[in-house]
Nanobody, 123 residues
Framework: QVQLVESGGGLVQPGGSLRLSCAVSGFTFSDYHMAWFRQAPGKEREFVAWVTHRSDSIYYGDSVKGRFTISRDNAYNLVYLQMNSLKPEDTAVYYC????????????????WGRGTQVTVSS
């Protein structure tokens, strides 16, 4: 059974940091590229970052570049999102996703999704 389980969300003040984790099971993690997307209320799902299956390539959305860092640990089937200098506009549900495809910016390319973790940035 495929499972992607996000954790690490919560309430944080502007300028603060959070580290999200996504624990994966049910498929060969090291064969899949992984990504984080987010969705704020009333908005479309937005690409945040992706990392290729061997971590040889990483890409970020413009709104998080320089503040967020994606990484993965193939030994433990985990993917992370370190979020620094958080802003109120980063408030959203954050999802991890997996694909073996090549269109890594396109949410429809992703085969597997977690249920998400809420991140709220507010004073």
């Amino acid at each position: 059974q495929v499972q992607l389980v996000e954790s690490g969300g919560g309430l944080v003040q502007p300028g603060g940091s959070l580290r999200l984790s996504c624990a994966v099971s049910g498929f060969t993690f090291s064969d899949y590229h992984m990504a984080w997307f987010r969705q704020a209320p009333g908005k479309e799902r937005e690409f945040v970052a992706w990392v290729t299956h061997r971590s040889d390539s990483i890409y970020y959305g413009d709104s998080v570049k320089g503040r967020f860092t994606i990484s993965r640990d193939n030994a433990y089937n985990l993917v992370y999102l370190q979020m620094n200098s958080l802003k109120p506009e980063d408030t959203a549900v954050y999802y991890c996703a997996a694909t073996r495809g090549s269109h890594l910016l396109d949410a429809s390319s992703y085969n597997y999704w977690g249920r998400g973790t809420q991140v709220t940035v507010s004073s």
